[in-house]
């Protein structure tokens, strides 16, 4: 790629060069991510909503075919600096680790990323203090997230290069996520949620299924039948805010201890003191984002990584088997 490039006069440069022959029949948006890899894709593409990118003399749309040859002029600003977040000496259960990738078993109970109540203590604060390069990665290379009190395993970028195909990987559903969880009611099979979720019109911390809102997919099977409950495995191919616990509460199944979508705390007729605590006690969302499979993003390699059961969801499985054992269950 030949190029050429000049100062803005704000702090921005324009950039102007010719998109090579070996990008024709890619998309425009993944081409421009590949040829000016100081930028993150979404930032490119909010670029070429606003006409700061212009291809041809035009303003295309970011899914624009390539053909090869075009002329490109791009006004290029630098990416907007992170926020201030300080290491902090948190212990880490690290699965994997490489020059381009850590993947993280995150407890329940720990934040993903600073906010409003949650200053420090976090998973960013934590990578900050185990790889200080990180504060060159946007979100020290968190990709995804979970929720607090959803454990289980997290991919980190410890590159730009490795941030940028990770979250595009993410974007065209490449990562495989599967959760397991426990859920109120016997499930009779499984089957798939196909149900948009936005933001609730009244209670702003909460998601809610709504028609018009961003398309989410969860597609669920059984792992076990209990009494009263059902073990499940889950699989996303969308990434919203709280998606398995919306879409299991709108099926009427939502998860054991979710102190948001959850209901009223139910023991079965006849359950022992121990199923009885095991499900009083257990105060956060039955959910384990138990598998993660991916493509490295440098080598290409296929990937895979498994974490066991956390001990309370673990002890929360076994009082459940025993309870079902005793009432004639398998």
């Known amino acids: 790629m030949v190029s050429a490039s000049r100062n803005a006069g704000d702090g921005a440069r324009v950039e102007t060069f010719s998109i090579p022959e070996s990008y024709r029949g890619q998309r425009l948006d993944k081409a421009l991510a590949d040829l000016l890899p100081d930028y993150s894709r979404s930032r490119l593409q909010a670029w070429l909503r606003d006409g700061l990118i212009r291809v041809d003399d035009a303003v295309p749309a970011p899914r624009t075919t390539v053909r090869g040859g075009e002329r490109v002029s791009a006004r290029l600003a630098p990416e907007p600096a992170e926020p201030d977040v300080a290491p902090e000496p948190i212990a880490l259960d690290i699965v994997h680790e490489d020059p381009d990738l850590f993947v993280i078993d995150k407890p329940a109970g720990l934040v993903v990323h600073p906010g409003a109540g949650n200053a420090g203590g976090t998973l960013q604060n934590a990578l900050l203090h185990r790889d200080p390069g990180l504060a060159a990665v946007p979100r020290a290379g968190i990709v995804h997230?979970?929720?607090?009190?959803?454990?289980?395993?997290?991919?980190?970028?410890?590159?730009?290069?490795?941030?940028?195909?990770?979250?595009?990987?993410?974007?065209?559903?490449?990562?495989?996520?599967?959760?397991?969880?426990?859920?109120?009611?016997?499930?009779?099979?499984?089957?798939?949620?196909?149900?948009?979720?936005?933001?609730?019109?009244?209670?702003?911390?909460?998601?809610?299924?709504?028609?018009?809102?961003?398309?989410?997919?969860?597609?669920?099977?059984?792992?076990?039948?209990?009494?009263?409950?059902?073990?499940?495995?889950?699989?996303?191919?969308?990434?919203?805010?709280?998606?398995?616990?919306?879409?299991?509460?709108?099926?009427?199944?939502?998860?054991?201890?979710?102190?948001?979508?959850?209901?009223?705390?139910?023991?079965?007729?006849?359950?022992?003191?121990?199923?009885?605590?095991?499900?009083?006690?257990?105060?956060?969302?039955?959910?384990?984002?138990?598998?993660?499979?991916?493509?490295?993003?440098?080598?290409?390699?296929?990937?895979?990584?498994?974490?066991?059961?956390?001990?309370?969801?673990?002890?929360?499985?076994?009082?459940?088997?025993?309870?079902?054992?005793?009432?004639?269950?398998?």
Not at 207 to 236: I, N, P, Q, S, W
Not at 240 to 246: F, K, M, N, P
């Open 145 to 330: 997230r979970l929720d607090k009190d959803t454990s289980g395993l997290l991919v980190i970028a410890r590159t730009l290069r490795a941030h940028k195909r990770l979250v595009a990987a993410l974007a065209e559903r490449e990562i495989e996520r599967e959760y397991e969880a426990v859920v109120y009611g016997v499930l009779t099979a499984g089957g798939t949620v196909d149900a948009p979720i936005g933001r609730h019109p009244v209670d702003r911390k909460r998601m809610d299924v709504r028609e018009g809102a961003r398309e989410a997919v969860t597609h669920y099977r059984v792992l076990r039948r209990f009494r009263a409950h059902t073990h499940v495995k889950l699989k996303l191919e969308s990434g919203r805010t709280h998606q398995i616990r919306v879409h299991m509460r709108h099926i009427r199944h939502p998860l054991v201890g979710d102190p948001v979508y959850g209901r009223r705390l139910a023991i079965p007729v006849g359950a022992d003191d121990s199923l009885a605590n095991s499900l009083r006690d257990f105060r956060r969302q039955a959910l384990h984002a138990r598998r993660l499979a991916l493509a490295h993003p440098v080598s290409g390699e296929w990937l895979e990584w498994r974490a066991p059961a956390p001990d309370d969801l673990a002890a929360l499985l076994a009082a459940l088997t025993d309870d079902a054992r005793r009432h004639g269950g398998d």
